[in-house]
Nanobody, 126 residues
Framework: QVHLVESGGGLVQPGNSLTLSCEQS????????MGWFRQAPGKERLFVGG????????YVGSFPEGRFIVSKDNDKNTLYLQMNNLTPEDTATYYC???????????????????WGQGTQVTVSS
């Protein structure tokens, strides 16, 4: 399994943007897809978006287009999540995850991921 470390969380005002990073290390050659999930207190973990590490295919969560943008830098083994027009409802712990499984679907199921980061807290408040 790869080791994942998220960064970039913090306190942000409503309407602003924030970019999270997730660096993977270890046996990264097996990574097929990396994704972002979030979990608010008392709620289920929710798929935000993901990207295929090999062919750049994007997997989108159930959010308006442009609110959450997933990208990657293969040379840096880093996954990014750009979050735009944030609202207090986006307050959550954000996790990145890596999957070594081949799957023809959207990779929105957390069961497909076999490595997880510790999470980074994002708080949207004025």
């Amino acid at each position: 399994q790869v080791h994942l470390v998220e960064s970039g969380g913090g306190l942000v005002q409503p309407g602003n943007s924030l970019t999270l990073s997730c660096e993977q290390s270890g046996p990264t050659y097996g990574t097929r897809v990396m994704g972002w999930f979030r979990q608010a207190p008392g709620k289920e973990r929710l798929f935000v978006g993901g990207i295929n590490w090999i062919d750049d295919r994007l997997y989108v969560g159930s959010f308006p287009e442009g609110r959450f943008i997933v990208s990657k830098d293969n040379d840096k083994n880093t996954l990014y999540l750009q979050m735009n027009n944030l609202t207090p409802e986006d307050t959550a712990t954000y996790y990145c995850a890596a999957s070594t499984y081949y799957y023809s679907g959207s990779y929105s199921d957390e069961e497909l991921y076999n490595s997880w980061g510790q999470g980074t807290q994002v708080t949207v408040s004025s």
